[in-house]
């Protein structure tokens, strides 16, 4: 039975995944988000059988049906990547709305993501229902959570600011060329979520990954000293894996004499 609920979610969280990846490309163009999929080489409306997630780039072998050009790889990776995250969340037993609540917030960050990393943008969209997911998690998690929250909404918000502040000190410092203003969003709403100590470390481990592969490119050659690195993926990516092991970062922090 653990199995076959791994399976629902997975099958649930692709389909999720199908949808973000409207968000994605949609909101980025300020396009609506309703309306039939379409190629984005020959703009031909996709027929219901190309709309299975993940089985249809699978099936078609990773081409449009009608064009026969490639169909950009970051579609079923989004699919592939939401359905793991959504059997993870059910693997943590935190009940019925605590899950429907850290799937949004997983959903979101996913959404963030891809789309600071294809287009060097964050929908405000995004990031209002970033908070609002936040907001109701916070309330629903008040006696019991993974994350060490405080005890007041109040406190919430102050995390927000305290967090954002070296986010927006770097923003006025590169004059926009370093940091966007909707890292600083993020960088709000991840203080408002986690909390002051846990939101610094997030923010730490950000800037650390970031570093790391920012020299790897430039040393590869994919990028130049004045490229610029969106830095909300890194932001995500610690969030998600201080989500899903918190305690084991925590013990690498100790290990470096940080905490």
């Known amino acids: 039975m653990l199995y076959w609920g791994w399976f629902i979610y997975f099958i649930l969280g692709i389909s999720v995944g199908s949808f973000l990846n409207v968000l994605i490309d949609r909101l980025a163009y300020g396009q609506s988000i309703l309306g039939r999929s379409y190629c984005d080489k ?24 009608y064009c026969r050009k490639k169909i950009s790889f970051y579609y079923p990776l989004v699919e592939l990547i939401t359905g793991i995250f959504f059997v993870f969340v059910s693997s943590l037993g935190l009940g019925l709305l605590k899950t429907f609540l850290l799937l949004g917030i997983v959903s979101l960050f996913i959404v963030i993501f891809f789309t600071d990393l294809k287009y060097m943008l964050i ?3 995004i990031q209002v229902l970033l908070l609002i997911f936040s907001f109701f998690y916070r309330l ?13 909404l109040f406190a919430s918000f102050f ?10 000190f770097l923003f006025f410092l590169t004059r926009e060329k370093g940091i966007g203003f909707g890292d600083v ?16 470390f997030v923010l730490y481990i950000s800037f650390l990954i970031g570093g790391a592969v920012s020299v790897l490119l430039l040393l590869l050659k994919r990028k130049r000293l004045k490229s610029k690195v969106p830095f909300g993926p890194f932001l995500v990516f610690s969030s998600l894996v201080f989500i899903f092991f918190p305690q084991d970062l925590y013990f690498l922090l100790k290990i470096f004499f940080i905490l």
């Open 42 to 65: 020959c703009k031909r409306k996709l027929s219901w059988q190309d709309l299975f997630p993940l089985f249809s780039f699978l099936f078609l072998q990773g081409k449009c049906r």
């Open 123 to 125: 929908p405000d969209e």
């Open 140 to 152: 629903e998690c008040s006696s019991f959570c993974l994350f060490e929250f405080g005890k007041t």
């Open 159 to 168: 995390g927000g600011i305290i967090v954002s502040l070296p986010l927006v």
């Open 185 to 200: 969003k993020l960088g709000f709403n991840i203080g408002f979520l986690f909390g002051i100590k846990a939101g610094f």
